[in-house]
């Protein structure tokens, strides 16, 4: 069984930081591309931050030059570091890789639960 647990997310003011972190556990034998999503309100999902194995990124466009993506693949972590948070950016921020579990031929998309982040003054 495979899982993945968000933390990180906590009301912070405008303008303020904060880091997301994703910890993958279980069976698994090899992950390919991670990252992150979020979702406000009202909304659709919306992909923020993507990170390839080789450690490649692609970001949307409203958060480039704010959010870092990055990875440890030893430890099978992800990290999200928010710069600059404004209040539209207000949502839950799920991580998701894509993974071969150990005795599955296949690569399969696997979700966290999560993590609420809320920006306001």
């Known amino acids: 069984q495979v899982q993945l647990v968000e933390s990180g997310g906590e009301l912070v003011q405008p303008g303020g930081s904060l880091r997301l972190s994703c910890a993958a556990s279980?069976?698994?034998?090899?992950?390919?591309?991670m990252g992150w999503y979020r979702q406000a309100p009202g909304k659709e999902r919306e992909l923020v931050a993507s990170?390839?194995?080789?450690?490649?990124?692609n970001y949307a466009d409203s958060v480039k030059g704010r959010f870092t993506i990055s990875r440890d693949n030893a430890a099978k972590t992800l990290a999200l570091q928010m710069n600059s948070l404004q209040p539209e950016e207000t949502a839950v921020y799920y991580c998701?890789?894509?993974?071969?579990?150990?005795?599955?031929?296949?690569?399969?998309?696997?979700w966290g639960q999560g993590t609420q982040v809320t920006v306001s003054s």
């Open positions: 279980g069976n698994i034998f090899q992950i390919s591309t």
């Open positions: 998701f890789a894509n993974i071969i579990a150990l005795g599955d031929s296949s690569l399969r998309t696997y």
């Open positions: 990170i390839t194995i080789t450690g490649s990124t």
